[in-house]
């Protein structure tokens, strides 16, 4: 069983950035697509960004596009999620999940190895 630990989570003023690192251990990630995945307070955990297995599909959530990017380092068995341009509403949980697949999707159900989450909050 892969289990994912996600590093980088903070406290950020509303413009700043901040980098998400998601890292394996137990299996490895390169055959697999994987995603990020957000809860905030008293909403469901919603889709984010996903990457496919050799990283040259990705894949962002509207709200994510243009201000996120989603990257992978297959050799390092990690995965990242730079966001730029944070704003208040990017308050959330945030999860690093691993597919069962290789490609892309953005239903939970189609992940199957969860990180514990890292806490992301953005002040205005």
């Known amino acids: 069983q892969v289990q994912l630990v996600e590093f980088g989570g903070g406290l950020v003023q509303a413009g700043g950035s901040l980098r998400l690192s998601c890292t394996a251990s137990g299996g490895t990630l390169s055959r697999f697509a994987m995603g990020w995945f957000r809860q905030a307070p008293a909403k469901e955990r919603e889709f984010v960004a996903g990457?496919?297995?050799?990283?040259?599909?990705?894949y962002y959530t509207g709200s994510a596009k243009g201000r996120f990017t989603i990257s992978r380092d297959n050799a390092k068995n990690t995965v990242y999620l730079q966001m730029n341009s944070l704003k208040p509403e990017d308050t959330a949980v945030y999860y690093c999940a691993k597919g069962a697949y290789s490609s892309i999707y953005r239903t939970e159900t189609r992940y199957d190895s969860w990180g514990q989450g890292t806490q992301v909050t953005v002040s205005s």
């Open positions: 990457i496919n297995m050799s990283g040259d599909t990705t």
